[in-house]
């Protein structure tokens, strides 16, 4: 599987559709997409292992080991240094019918965000040590959200997976307001797993007194 490195020359949709393209016939590690998509390329990662959670029904068990390489591109970034996955999160196989069937399907994503995405605009929230920071972090708790265990639940995938994309689309595009789209996605993804929580609790605690009475 050969390497393949950023071309500024094409799309973001484009280079996905590339690197789907030559994802092999059976089965696919996370380390091998990661070299497939090219060290250089890590927000490219970041957008391709999202697609996976941009439809209904994601592919089961792969939110927590790409959640988790997500979370280390993150930390990667925040801190400067080299991508390292550990052998847990590389090693996993993902059957490729399932991953380029659900990675076709969130692309339909990408060419509505490249549309309304304008390099550097607002180019003080995407750029800088201060924004940079804080965006990494950003990347890195929508990440964590991806990963939470509400897997079951509609929209618990999705609404982190958005918030990524919008990251991924604005760092690369230098797109504040992408960006800033990316933090609110956030945000709702935290007010939705509050409800969730909250209810949860309400619905226990009501069990509780049935079972009590």
């Known amino acids: 599987?050969?390497?393949?490195?950023?071309?500024?020359?094409?799309?973001?949709?484009e280079q996905l559709q590339y690197i789907i393209g030559q994802l092999p016939e059976q089965h696919v590690t996370v380390g091998q997409i990661r070299d497939l998509v090219g060290r250089e390329g890590l927000l490219i990662l970041v957008a391709l292992?999202?697609?996976v959670f941009m439809v209904p029904v994601s592919i089961p068990g792969v939110s927590t080991v790409f959640g988790a390489a997500i979370l280390l591109v993150g930390v990667s970034r925040l801190f400067k240094r080299n991508l390292w996955l550990p052998s847990r999160v590389s090693d996993k196989k993902v059957p490729v019918d399932s991953l380029r069937a659900a990675l076709q399907k969130g692309m339909v994503w990408v060419p509505r965000l490249e549309k309304i995405s304008r390099p550097h605009r607002l180019n003080s929230l995407a750029s800088g040590p201060v924004a940079n920071a804080i965006n990494d972090c950003a990347l890195i708790l929508a990440a964590l959200l991806l990963m939470a265990p509400f897997g079951f639940i509609p929209f618990s995938n999705t609404l982190p997976g958005l918030a990524l994309l919008f990251f991924a689309v604005g760092l690369i595009q230098r797109d504040g307001a992408a960006v800033l789209l990316g933090h609110l996605a956030n945000l709702a993804t935290m007010a939705y797993f509050g409800v969730l929580i909250g209810g949860g609790g309400v619905l226990i605690q009501q069990f509780l007194s049935s079972q009590g009475s």
């Open 1 to 13: 599987m050969s390497q393949h490195a950023p071309n500024p020359e094409r799309t973001l949709g």
């Open 49 to 51: 292992l999202t697609l």
